[in-house]
């Protein structure tokens, strides 16, 4: 995945949730039909009103999960968590992120969190040289540790001993297990819209969210 082809960065709330990019290729159609972002839904409306008050619109990951209201809201809750409760830096999150959902194919994810990990450090080079990481020089050895820590969790074996206890040099435990549930939750998240073929939302230029912070 390419920088040039990101678009959009993503909306504060639900920090996975903004348009997916899109390609060369037609999208296949979406699988799911959209709740309404004027729903009367108890569960959905002040989810939704929230996102209209900071100046949005739900988009179409919220309004494809938002069929399951009680599950959207919980799904909602662990992004949550994962953009204000978590103490690891922001820098580290958003390179295993970018490097979770590539390896899952996550266009959607992918391009929702270039433009966050862009305002948190990372440089365009960086980024456009995650698929091939192992051989480059760009990264830091936390960033390498990092990294190699994302391909564990994505490969048929997991995370073996020397790459365990390599990210053991870089954080504690609670840190750890931050990388670990934030990896894993958004290659979830790939894996949701992927199946889903959730589509592009039709404002998808220029995302008011997703600064550093």
């Not at 305002?119 to 540790?145: H, K, P, V």
Request: charged letters at 20%.
């Amino acid at each position: 995945m390419k920088l040039a082809r990101i678009v959009a960065e993503p909306f504060l709330y639900l920090i996975l949730s903004i348009p997916v990019i899109g390609t060369a290729q037609e999208q296949a159609p979406a699988r799911i039909p959209l709740v309404s972002s004027d729903t009367d839904d108890p569960v959905l409306k002040p989810i939704f009103d929230d996102i209209k008050s900071r100046g949005s619109e739900p988009s179409y990951m919220h309004r494809t999960i938002g069929n399951a209201p009680e599950i959207f809201r919980a799904f909602a809750g662990v992004a949550w968590a994962i953009r204000q409760d978590a103490i690891l830096p922001r820098v580290d999150r958003e390179i295993i992120i970018l490097r979770a959902t590539q390896l899952e194919n996550g266009d959607y994810e992918f391009a929702a969190h270039t433009g966050m990990a862009l305002s948190c450090g990372l440089t365009e080079e960086q980024i456009n040289s995650l698929e091939n990481w192992q051989t480059s020089n760009l990264y830091t050895d936390r960033q390498r540790a990092i990294l190699a820590y994302a391909d564990g969790l994505a490969s048929p074996d997991s995370v073996d001993e020397e790459t365990f206890n390599n990210i053991q040099n870089f954080f504690n435990a609670r840190e750890i297990v931050e990388l670990t549930i934030t990896a894993n939750f958004y290659t979830a998240a790939a894996r949701n819209t992927n199946a889903l073929h959730v589509q592009k939302d039709p404002d998808s230029g220029q995302s008011r969210y997703g600064k550093c912070g």
